[in-house]
Every structure is written in C-alpha cells, then in structure tokens.
C-alpha cells in the first residue's frame, strides 16, 4: 500500500501521525497518509528563500522545457509517489478512490493538467502579455520601448491550501515553477495525488526538489502556510473567500456561481443552446467552480428547466470504473446528507419549483458513500434564494427574469457565458464587474481557454511592477 | 491476567498492589469527610438523598465509587458557588477556578489550598538538575479565572524562585477563531510573545518555564527569529501542558526547538495533562527510543484516571486497549467520583516511579472531537 509522507523542501519527513485511507466504495484501504503540524511548516518557511535560490539557478526557458517534460511524466509515467513508483493506472484509481470521482473524470483531470503545464510557454506569454521572463528573473530589463521596467518577486515561494473536491484548479498553481518561485503545498486530505504525482514529474523532469515543500495536516498546517508565506492561494466557501477579503497576502478561490444568460433577441430559439447547458451543468458531476449553477432568460425558462431535467434528471448512479458514470460520490456522507437537506429547504420557498421530481429520489445513501443524483430547479424570480445557490453536485437553477435586471442582479459570476446578438447586451456584459470570465456565443461554461488570463492572473500575484532608474556612477577622481 | 498484566515486573506488582490498599483507604477518608454532616459540602449533601445508597456505609473501597452516578458538568455550571465549600473548611479563603475556553457560563470549581498541593507533589517530580531549585520561572499561558497562574506561580516560590507572568486570554482567542478574524488571532499571539521575549531577555535569571505548546512553538520561533534560542537565552527546564499534545509535536519540539534531547544538551521538556477538577498529571519521561510516546499518571490517590470502555463507563478496558478518560478527584477540597472527561486514549501499565494506571495518547474523544474547539492556546 502506497504511504505518502511530508517533503520538506524536497526531503522526505517520516510523520508519526499516519492516517489510513479507505475506497469511498469498498472500504477497501488504498493508502496512509502522514501529515505534520504549523510548527514544522512555519520552521521550513524560514528556509524559504533556498527554494527560489534553487530555482534561479536555471533560467526560465529551462524551467519551462523542465515543465514541459513533467507534462508528459505525470499524464505518462510511471513515477515515485511517496514511497511506491505510481503508474497512471494507480494515480486514477487512487484518486478517484479517495474523491469519489468517477475514473473517467480523473483521467480528463489528469490531462486538463497535464495540458496546462505543456503549453507553459504560452500560457505564461498570454498572462504576462509577451514580457520577456528574463525580466521577471533579473527583477528588471528592456522591455523594447527605450524603457526599463521592473518586477519584483514578492514572494520567494507560493503558499497554496488545496482543495479536495476538484482535480482541475491545481493548474492555478502550477506556473509558479518557471516562473522561479518556489511551493509550500497543503494537499487536500481527500485528494493529494495531483499535488504529489505533479511534484515527482517536476523533481524527476530536472527541477531541484528544493523547491517544494508538500504538508499535509489540519487547519494548524493551513494556518502556519498562510501566515508565514507572503502569497498564498486558498480554496473554499464564501465564508474562506470573504474572510480573506481584501488581503493582498492571500488569493481566495471560492464558489464560482458560473451562469448562462440569455439574452432576449435569442431565447425563442432556446433548443439550439440545449447541449451547452447540459454540458455546463453535468460535467465533472458538477463540482467544479466553473460548472453553471444558474440559468437566467426572461421567458420560457419552464420549458428550459423542464428540457434540461429530461436530460439531466435520468442520470443514476454507476459505479467509479464505468466510463459513462456522470456522478461522483460524497465520500463523507454527511456531506450529501446536509446539502439535501439545503436543498429541500430551498425548495420550499414559495416560486421555486423541482422540475426533476419526476426522475425518484435524489438522495443515494449507500454502506461507505452518498450521492446526489442532477437537479434543475426553476426559479419565477431573482428574488428567490435557491437564484444564488451552488452545490457540490449536478444543480441548476433556471431564473426567470427581465433582460433589463438582468446583469444587475446576477451576482459574483466566475464565468459567464452571454448567449446574445443584442450589441446593447454585448457591451454591458463585457462592462459588468461581476462577470469574471466572459464567453459571448455557445460556449460551455466549463471550457476555458488557457491561453487568456484565467481568474487570479498569478503574474499579477507574485509580481509587482515598479519604477527602476539607472544612471551612471561618476567615476572617482583617484580610478 | 492479560498479557500486558503478567508482564508487570513483580516489585511493580507489589508497589500497585500497596498503592491501591493507600487509595481505598484514602478513598474511605474522603467519602466520610464530603458525607459526613459536619464536614460535607451542601452539594453532596444534598445529593446523598438522591443516592440511593448510603455512602458512609456502602463505600468500602475505590471500586465502590462506581455506585455513584456519573459526575455531570453541568452541576458545575452556574452558582452558588458556595454549596461546594466543605462545612470542614467553613470561613477559609476560597479561590474559584473555571474552564479555559468557555465562552458560555463556565464550569466553576472552588479551591482553597489544592492547586498548591498539586503542585508541590509535581515539584517532586521535576529534576533539580533540568528545575534548577532557587531560579526564576516564566508562566505563558492562561491566567484570568483559570488556576494557572496561581499555581505556577506558588511552585515558583515552592521551589525558591519568583514567577514572571505573561497573559493569554483563551475566551478572546475562541471568540476569535470562531470569527474568522485569523489576523488578530496572529497579532494577538505576537503580542503576547513578544511580552515574553521581552521578560526572558530582560536579565531576570528565567532558566524554568511553563507553556503552552501552542505558545512554546511561537516562543522559540520567535527567539530564533531574532537570532537567539530558548537554549541560549537560559532557559533549561519546561513543563507544558493545557492542550493536545502528541509524538509528532514532542518529536518535532525536542529535534528542531529545543536543541536536541535532552542527553545531548537540549533543553528539558515534560508534557503534563491536568484540568481545574483533577489537578496535574505527569507524564512518564520521554523518549525518542519510545517513538516520543506520552503516557500521563494522575496524582494518586488525589486523582485518578481510568481508562474505561466506550460502552460501558464503569468497566475499565484491558491496557493498551483504547476507552474514553474517566477522573476522579478526591481531596477534602472536592469530591468527583467519576467524571466522564472529553478525552480518549490508550490504558498504561503502572511502572516503578507510578506504580498505578496511566494513559497514552490521549485526543479528543471521537465522539465529541468535531464539536470542540481543540488547542486554542
């Protein structure tokens, strides 16, 4: 059985807290766990400068051919994870084990990953707008115009405490590497096999194992990694994401409520747009920040929800090895427990309506897991409170209202995408601050372009830009 | 006989054997002295009619305490104050000492002179060599209404020395976790850190030291951060205790804050495990050849700590099998015949230097661990 143990800046740490890990299904154990607490954490973050150190030591082009070769090690290879060599067969089974995430959907996680990181280059020139890194390296440089620029590291490595729920969004952190800052992880409890798998393809591609530190641990590792590193991302709820609010230390990733909006001009034609709902509500069992959470049109949304719930409503249960199983499973089953229970309680306000009580129960509680089976809810009005809610399965809200209101009352909208040839639409879509990623046309609102500044631009994170003027010392009168 | 108990050496068997006969005794002594109408508290006389027994006639022996049912915490919970005084101890100067974090009516338990008595039978157990005796000490943790600082502060003066105080308010830093104000919890922490910094390199000749591990953790790092250490600054003995403490943190404490263990010059660290009801236990000194493993034995016959069946409270588990903390206490000040605490852990073995039960291991019990806010200071 596979055990995974802290790295500390790239050294192994035998923890004596070892926790055991079962199959969300079976029960079957699949691996242990050590974890360390805040005060080896905050110890190695005083090092935290050699981590940078080591990675300046190759330039950016290295660093990047280095990520390139570790895309094509974690989607290919047989690597060392913690203290076993891990096929990709292993990494899917073990993470879609200990997540509940269908293996399909671990495989697609894997690549979403991988692709990220082998198109490095790119992604890099799109969110620093074609600075040459060496800039960034140097801390200034020529940038073409007759003038000098500057940007400054802020921070020697980026703190990160990850999620357990979704595979994809560890490609937030991954540009830290060729961009020469070095990584204190906190993995999820349920999910750190992306973190380790993407480590070891790192360190076995070339780049100095000195550079990461992996902790996983409770809340006091978290705590110890956010206070003691200058950036730091965190993922959570609205409640993480407003508590850090305003801090420029920390960069909070909480609940996307991603919506569609279609604008009046083409909501008779409704039916063309049936497939990209569908696909935005299901995909990744809808646990992803960027899957849509709600539906907004001013009229036929019953025939929406009612179209959409044919498709999604059916979809059942099927084992995490069946290629065309949809949902993934809440492995702490009270989690499902509780969110139905949100859920019926949203239900009951008067205006809302289950448009998928017809296809049985959604609740799924089985011996080791739970599930929750799709959900399409319609909503008269804005004004209800299911318009503004996102859960961690396959649920949408389809709401009716006026085009008019309509951008003034979506809320916070990770990505929206405007179904409209209104150019009025166009242009106060594109202004509105609440939309974040915007997709104008049929463009599923889980599909993102890597090759656009993507939500939290690291770049803008890690880096400040800053005046930096030279001039020549006069020369002594004795030289 | 289990395994474990054949495995007890013979002189161990027989210092046991002679340590239970001194704690039925005392356990006769006590129950007389709270049941008795000229010297019993009001409270348990009171609760004598509810019994359904006689106390004065029915308890013979330790074993017997178990015909009283379960101490509840909510009796502590809320006044008068008064009707746990002893009539015994009528007209004496009375302390109040209440529960760390609560943020709600807190549990009260009167005092008159226990916490001193507690820690003068601890002082018997800290090496000269690590305690210096006539040093000064430095108390981080709590103060306010919990006994901390009293008592710290008299097993200063006990063992000739004078006790620096430095205070941390764990109701502020509950109400502040349970915020999310994670900033003032940091600021917070500094600021008492720093007030500690500032004692222990004012020249007040400070080698002894109680802290929290929290606070111990922040201490060092604090020191290391302007360019000194807990070692270099004097100090060469520490107890701590008030929250969780496991192998992981002793380990992690001896290699990288204190300077190594203790054979190799590192500084002295004991971890103690005590609340307001019980006193302080002690820990079985640890090693790194034991995996830093933490074994805590109550002050017997003034305490006692069984470790009982989840099922079953009154029935003690096998040692090393696991069971939730139950405590007693058992002094002329107070009287708990089996309080249920909200720890779990592992049954030791007695050994020479406690020749009676301990506990290892112990964590929140798992049945309340998601409710509690652990570690707060």
Redesign the interface.
């Known amino acids: 059985m596979i055990t995974l143990q802290p790295l500390r800046w790239g050294k192994p740490y035998e923890?004596?807290?070892i926790k055991d890990v079962v199959h969300f299904d079976t029960g079957e154990p699949i691996a242990k766990f050590g974890s360390?607490?805040?005060?080896?954490v905050?110890?190695d973050m005083?090092q935290a400068h050699k981590a940078r150190a080591a990675l300046l030591k190759h330039s950016t082009d290295e660093l990047i051919a280095m990520s390139k070769k570790a895309a094509e090690l974690f989607e290919t290879a047989e690597l060392p994870v913690g203290d076993s060599m891990q096929s990709v067969d292993q990494f899917v089974h073990q993470q879609s084990a200990s997540t509940g995430l269908p293996e399909h959907m671990c495989r697609s996680n894997l690549k979403k990953n991988s692709f990220v990181l082998s198109h490095i280059d790119e992604i890099l020139d799109c969110l620093t707008r074609g600075l040459d890194l060496n800039i960034l390296s140097k801390g200034f440089g020529e940038e073409g115009r007759g003038v000098i620029v500057s940007y400054q590291a802020q921070t020697p490595v980026l703190g990160a405490i990850l999620p357990n729920n979704s595979p994809g969004v560890h490609t937030l952190w991954l540009p830290a590497i060729p961009l020469q800052i070095g990584l204190a992880l906190k993995p999820g409890s349920q999910e750190p096999w992306t973190p380790y798998r993407m480590v070891s393809a790192f360190i076995q591609a070339g780049v100095p194992a000195e550079a990461f530190g992996l902790y996983p641990g409770g809340h006091?590792a978290g705590?110890a990694i956010?206070?003691k590193t200058p950036r730091s991302m965190i993922f959570g709820s609205a409640?993480t994401v407003?508590?850090h609010a305003g801090?420029p230390r920390v960069q909070a990733h909480g609940p996307g409520w991603s919506k569609i909006l279609i604008g009046d001009d083409v909501v008779d034609d409704w039916e063309l747009y049936l497939d990209v709902m569908v696909e935005s509500v299901l995909s990744n069992s809808g646990r992803s920040c960027i899957n849509c959470s709600g539906i907004w049109a001013s009229r036929h949304t019953r025939e929406i929800a009612a179209a959409i719930a044919k498709r999604i409503g059916p979809v059942d249960v099927l084992p995490p090895i069946d290629d065309n199983a949809q949902l993934a499973a809440f492995t702490v089953p009270a989690m499902a427990t509780g969110t139905h229970a949100m859920v019926q309680q949203d239900l009951s306000e008067s205006g809302v309506t289950d448009m998928t009580a017809e296809y049985g129960d959604k609740l799924i509680e089985r011996e080791h897991c739970a599930y929750l089976r799709p959900m399409v809810v319609h909503a008269d009005s804005p004004d209800r409170g299911v318009a503004m809610k996102e859960y961690m399965f396959p649920f949408v809200s389809v709401v009716e209202c006026p085009q008019a209101e309509m951008l003034r009352r979506i809320g916070p909208t990770l990505v929206g995408t405007v179904l409209t040839r209104d150019p009025e639409l166009v242009a106060a879509a594109g202004a509105c601050v609440d939309i974040d990623r915007v997709n104008f046309g049929p463009i599923p609102t889980n599909r993102l372009n890597w090759l656009q500044p993507h939500e939290g631009n690291i770049i803008d994170f890690l880096f400040r830009s800053r005046a930096y003027q030279v001039a020549d010392l006069p020369v002594a009168a004795n030289a | 006989m289990s395994a474990a108990q054949s495995s007890i050496p013979e002189d161990v068997a027989k210092s046991a054997s002679d340590a239970r006969d001194r704690l039925n005794e005392h356990t006769l002594k006590i129950v007389h002295w709270h049941f008795s109408e000229d010297t019993g508290s009001p409270f348990w006389l009171e609760k004598k009619s509810e019994l359904g027994f006689d106390p004065l006639k029915d308890v013979k022996s330790f074993d017997d305490l178990k015909k009283f049912p379960h101490f509840e915490d909510e009796w502590l919970r809320g006044g008068p104050i008064q009707r746990w005084v002893p009539k015994g101890h009528a007209g004496k100067p009375v302390y109040v000492f209440e529960t760390g974090g609560t943020t709600g009516i807190p549990k009260s338990r009167m005092v008159i002179e226990d916490h001193w008595k507690d820690y003068e039978l601890f002082s018997d157990t800290l090496p000269d060599e690590h305690f210096p005796r006539g040093s000064n000490w430095l108390m981080l943790g709590p103060s306010g209404p919990r006994r901390l600082r009293l008592a710290v502060e008299h097993l200063a003066q006990h063992r000739g020395g004078i006790c620096f105080c430095i205070d941390l308010d764990p109701r502020w830093v509950v109400k502040l976790i349970k915020k999310?104000w994670?900033?003032h919890l940091?600021e917070y922490k500094k600021h008492c850190i720093d007030q500690a910094v500032t004692v222990l390199t004012a020249g007040h000749d400070i080698k002894c030291m109680f802290a929290t591990p929290k606070l111990l953790?922040s201490l060092g790092?604090a020191l290391?951060d302007r360019g000194t250490s807990l070692q270099e600054v004097g100090i060469k003995g520490i107890f701590s205790g008030g929250t969780e403490f496991?192998?992981?943190?002793t380990?992690?404490?001896v290699e990288?804050?204190l300077g190594g263990p203790v054979e190799e010059g590192g500084v002295y660290m004991t971890p103690t495990y005590g609340n307001t009801l019980m006193g302080l236990a002690c820990s079985k000194p640890i090693k790194a050849a034991d995996?830093?493993k933490i074994s805590y034995y109550a002050p017997q016959p003034r305490a006692v700590t069984e470790v009982v069946s989840f099922d079953d409270y009154n029935q003690v588990v096998g040692f090393g099998e696991t069971g939730r903390v139950k405590l007693y206490t058992l002094t002329d000040e107070f009287f708990v015949p089996g309080f249920m605490e909200r720890d779990e852990g592992e049954r030791e073995a007695p050994f020479d230097m406690y020749p009676w039960d301990g506990v290892s291991g112990v964590r929140p019990f798992h049945e309340l661990a998601s409710a509690t806010t652990v570690?707060v200071y």
């Open positions: 923890s004596m807290e360390v607490g805040g005060g080896i905050a110890r005083k006091d705590g956010m206070t409640e407003a508590q801090n | 999310g994670m900033e940091e953790e790092e290391e496991t192998p992981q943190w380990r992690f404490c990288e804050l995996g830093y570690g």
